[in-house]
T-cell receptor, first 112, second 113 residues
Framework: DTGVSQNPRHKITKRGQNVTFRCDPI?????LYWYRQTLGQGPEFLTY????????KSRLLSDRFSAERPKGSFSTLEIQRTEQGDSAMYLC??????????FGSGTRLTVV | QKEVEQNSGPLSVPEGAIASLNCTYS??????FFWYRQYSGKSPELIMF????GDKEDGRFTAQLNKASQYVSLLIRDSQPSDSATYLC?????????????FGKGTKLTVNP
């Protein structure tokens, strides 16, 4: 068990570019979550997968955001046409049942 | 009304004192409650969870839950400088076959040597 792995750790991109982040959950965990956190705020829910099914997507997410979890293993989060307001820490978490999440180290996105 | 509310602090206590962190939530149907610790620049780390009314103790940490008042708290006894961090309260919210944790903004705790 190597924990939840996220790549890259940091990403700097120009406004208007597309970015993709990857999350590898703990292997036996069937639940996977994406959150976004900005300075001084708690993590904000983005989306939830149980196995390969995306069961919930936050209403706060625009159509520029998409997430996948093919075969119920790793997940990717893509942001198209990035905006400066997308700058944040993107956190992935996984769990087996509902006993609390294990978070990855996060991907810090800076849009310039 | 925000779903999970915490005093943002900062809360400052001397080393060895008891730190008390509070959280209220809006969804009466919530059944499980979590406290995470987050050091600056790091991701949240689970320190305690509680499901039943009353107290739950784990070492220097005690979580308290009062579902009637929709109130959760975390007490840290014998506070140490290494406890200085932001503490996030999280509440499980289930709806339509999905469930997720909803987080408060966090309370920043500083323990002074």
């Amino acid at each position: 068990d190597t924990g939840v792995s996220q790549n890259p750790r940091h990403k700097i991109t120009k406004r208007g570019q597309n970015v993709t982040f990857r999350c590898d959950p703990i292997s036996e965990h069937n639940r996977l979550y994406w959150y976004r956190q900005t300075l001084g705020q708690g993590p904000e829910f983005l989306t939830y997968f149980q196995n390969e099914a995306q069961l919930e997507k936050s209403r706060l997410l625009s159509d520029r955001f998409s997430a996948e979890r093919p075969k119920g293993s790793f997940s990717t989060l893509e942001i198209q046409r990035t905006e400066q307001g997308d700058s944040a820490m993107y956190l992935c978490a996984s769990s087996l049942a509902f006993y609390g999440y294990t978070f990855g180290s996060g991907t810090r996105l800076t849009v310039v | 009304q925000k779903e999970v509310e915490q005093n943002s602090g900062p809360l400052s206590v001397p080393e060895g004192a008891i730190a008390s962190l509070n959280c209220t939530y809006s969804d009466r149907g919530s059944q499980s409650f979590f406290w995470y610790r987050q050091y600056s620049g790091k991701s949240p780390e689970l320190i305690m969870f509680i499901y039943s009314n009353g107290d739950k103790e784990d070492g220097r940490f005690t979580a308290q839950l009062n579902k009637a008042s929709q109130y959760v708290s975390l007490l840290i006894r014998d506070s140490q400088p290494s406890d200085s961090a932001t503490y996030l309260c999280a509440v499980n919210m289930a709806q339509g076959g999905s469930e997720k944790l909803v987080f408060g903004k966090g309370t920043k705790l500083t323990v002074n040597p």
